[in-house]
């Protein structure tokens, strides 16, 4: 409890600021009090909310006993807080500040305008002790819970890690919280109960990605067409032509890689392609195909162990060919160490290229050609669409994006031996 008398007030108040030098963590707390002096109710106010934390996080207990003694007109009779002290409630924020809680709730949500100079102060006031809105309350006053869903296929894979690093850093940036789940390669029962958080309004929208060859699951579809957003990221899903997505432009990357190969001389090319029902594998086959309409297609899961296994069916069957695009770079990477181990030469006896540019697409030797996608990007902006459409109530028009492409050119490319 804090005891004020109007005696000797001011000069309290003055005697506390001048205890600290200008260029202390204190100087809005000094700023602060003169600002005050004329109001004893928001002076108590700011003592009694303001001073007992604030000692408790930035001065010595020596400090802190001569401002119990010292200070005329003062009883402070609570002994000082701990660092652990609890975050500030608004009201506690308002208090410190001289401003109302209204005032607080402007500056947080960005409304209404605010004073620069009072904002300023709010927002050193929220940083220094740490307050956090009241999700709850914000639930019933909006409808919405803040959080956002992301169902991913294994969130250890680096390539969907990727994916879940830039959907958490755009929810960040727009104040929504994240829930990730990893659905073990799309386990129909796992996306179920995720599926339930949507219904259930625990989270507002859900950012999908798939892995395996898929069509729209009875639930997918339900939660589709239902008004709950949801939004693709890295792969479109046959049956949900109206979900908005956020791909790679799989094609026009795979259309490049196949003129780099047909510039350089090839004519025979085999293709290592993913999963075959994938939207990503039917286009990146079918823009490889562009260069190489007769090339054989062999299907594998992505991993470096099925290129090599692809590889040695290859060797196996005597297969004639000088240059090989698989899907991806792990697959690519897998395939040129079988071939190499078979004493097959790369890029003299056969160019190899692949698709994504993983980090060990640069050390392998010889370092793999490759197309660089953004994976980064395509969580950021599924985020970003997600919560727009939340925001917005709809999905409807909101339209898929597909990012460019960039083709990376290493040592695995050269032209076929004469």
């Known amino acids: 409890m804090v005891v004020c008398g109007t005696r000797g007030l001011a000069a309290s108040a003055n005697r506390f600021a001048s205890w600290f030098p200008p260029d202390t963590t204190c100087r809005l707390f000094r700023d602060d009090y003169r600002l005050l002096l004329t109001c004893k109710r928001r002076l108590?106010?700011?003592?009694?909310?303001?001073?007992?934390?604030?000692?408790a996080l930035q001065l010595d207990l020596h400090i802190a006993a001569r401002f119990t003694s010292s200070t005329a007109g003062v009883s402070y009779s609570e002994s000082v807080t701990d660092a652990t002290a609890k975050p500030w409630t608004m009201q506690q924020i308002a208090a410190a500040a001289g401003v109302s809680v209204t005032t607080v709730s402007h500056t947080l949500s960005g409304k209404r305008p605010v004073n620069p100079e009072t904002a300023l102060r709010i927002r050193r006031l929220i940083d220094e002790f740490g307050y956090v809105p009241d999700a709850g309350a914000r639930q019933l006053k909006s409808g919405r819970s803040r959080m956002i869903g992301l169902a991913v296929p294994d969130i250890s894979h680096w390539y969907f890690g990727r994916i879940a690093r830039g959907v958490e850093e755009m929810a960040n940036e727009r104040d929504y919280g994240l829930i990730i789940c990893s659905t073990s390669n799309s386990d129909p029962r796992r996306e179920k109960r995720y599926f339930n958080l949507l219904r259930t309004r625990s989270i507002d929208g859900l950012?999908?990605?798939?892995?395996?060859?898929i069509a729209a699951t009875d639930e997918l579809m339900k939660i589709a067409e239902s008004s709950s957003p949801i939004v693709l990221a890295d792969e479109d899903v046959p049956g949900l032509d109206d979900v908005p997505s956020v791909t790679s432009t799989n094609y026009g990357g795979a259309q490049e890689l196949g003129r780099h190969l047909r510039d350089l001389g090839h004519t025979r090319a085999v293709i290592i392609a993913g999963y075959a029902g994938l939207h990503s594998t039917v286009q990146r086959v079918r823009g490889i195909r562009e260069s190489f309409p007769n090339a054989l297609v062999l299907h594998g899961d992505f991993e470096l162990a099925s290129g090599y296994a692809l590889a040695s069916d290859l060797l196996a069957n005597q297969v004639g060919f000088t240059a090989l695009f698989a899907s991806n770079d792990l697959m690519a990477i897998g395939a040129m160490?079988?071939?190499?181990?078979?004493?097959?030469?790369?890029?003299?006896?056969?160019?190899?290229?692949?698709?994504?540019?993983?980090?060990?697409?640069?050390?392998v030797s010889p370092g793999l050609t490759t197309v660089r996608q953004d994976m980064l990007g395509i969580g950021r902006q599924s985020a970003e669409l997600?919560?727009?459409?939340?925001?917005?109530?709809?999905?409807?028009?909101?339209?898929?994006?597909g990012l460019p492409v960039e083709l990376v050119i290493r040592g695995s490319t050269a032209p076929p031996p004469s």
């Open 44 to 55: 108590v106010a700011a003592i009694r909310t303001g001073l007992r934390h604030h000692l």
């Open 386 to 401: 997600l919560i727009d459409a939340v925001e917005a109530g709809s999905t409807e028009g909101i339209q898929s994006i």
């Open 207 to 213: 950012v999908y990605t798939a892995s395996r060859e």
């Open 337 to 363: 160490r079988r071939l190499q181990e078979a004493g097959v030469r790369v890029p003299e006896d056969v160019s190899i290229v692949g698709f994504d540019d993983v980090d060990m697409a640069s050390v």
